[in-house]
T-cell receptor, first 116, second 112 residues
Framework: AAGVIQSPRHLIKEKRETATLKCYPI?????VYWYQQGPGQDPQFLIS???????DKGSIPDRFSAQQFSDYHSELNMSSLELGDSALYFC???????????????FGEGSWLTVV | QKEVEQNSGPLSVPEGAIASLNCTYS??????FFWYRQYSGKSPELIMS????GDKEDGRFTAQLNKASQYVSLLIRDSQPSDSATYLC????????????FGAGTILRVKS
């Protein structure tokens, strides 16, 4: 079965640079979520989109922005990168209305961002 | 107090034994509960979901939910070394809409 596709899988950036992560949800999933997981930490919710509109916002820094496009893929843009942004970034997707109808969230393999 | 609490472990069990993982949550109105398995450096993989009180079995895994006690658990029967991973409890608190709040995870080590 098709899964959530993320790219790039690994990314190295210098401080103050900009990075963009891409996410392609499972076919027919129209809700996309972004999570950040630091070393030894649990995944922290950043932001989610449903039908190309932001649906929930978590602990996403103002330096980060995200959007969902007409084909339902999503991009997370991170600017003025800091050392503390080094983490594994997961994208996840779920069917329409996600958890409220008993569906669940499926995660991509993640994108490793290292800021040096 | 965190919204989802788990014992960080590590929980060590011998191969073939039952591993019992526990999770408590703070929002009494939570509706959806999930267990994810995560290997180091990999993405969380859904193991079980449970929505109503009682037990739900799937192969070697059994999820148990007690909403009155705000408690959800995962039992792994006939534990295998390949079960060694971090197990994340995730809850959809009512007020959070479509997002999951994760516990810190319990490290499980199955020794052969």
């Amino acid at each position: 079965a098709a899964g959530v596709i993320q790219s790039p899988r690994h990314l190295i950036k210098e401080k103050r640079e900009t990075a963009t992560l891409k996410c392609y949800p499972i076919p027919r999933h129209d809700t996309v979520y972004w999570y950040q997981q630091g070393p030894g930490q649990d995944p922290q919710f950043l932001i989610s989109f449903y039908e190309k509109m932001q649906s929930d916002k978590g602990s996403i820094p103002d330096r980060f922005s995200a959007q969902q496009f007409s084909d339902y893929h999503s991009e997370l843009n991170m600017s003025s990168l800091e050392l503390g942004d080094s983490a594994l970034y997961f994208c996840a997707s779920s069917p329409r209305q996600g958890l409220t109808t008993g569906n669940t969230i499926y995660f991509g393999e993640g994108s490793w961002l290292t800021v040096v | 107090q965190k919204e989802v609490e788990q014992n960080s472990g590590p929980l060590s069990v011998p191969e073939g034994a039952i591993a019992s993982l526990n999770c408590t949550y703070s929002d009494r109105g939570s509706q959806s509960f999930f267990w994810y398995r995560q290997y180091s450096g990999k993405s969380p993989e859904l193991i079980m979901s449970i929505y109503s009180n009682g037990d739900k079995e799937d192969g070697r895994f059994t999820a148990q939910l007690n909403k009155a006690s705000q408690y959800v658990s995962l039992l792994i029967r006939d534990s295998q070394p390949s079960d060694s991973a971090t197990y994340l409890c995730a809850v959809n608190p009512r007020e959070y809409g479509n997002k999951l709040v994760f516990g810190a995870g319990t490290i499980l080590r199955v020794k052969s």
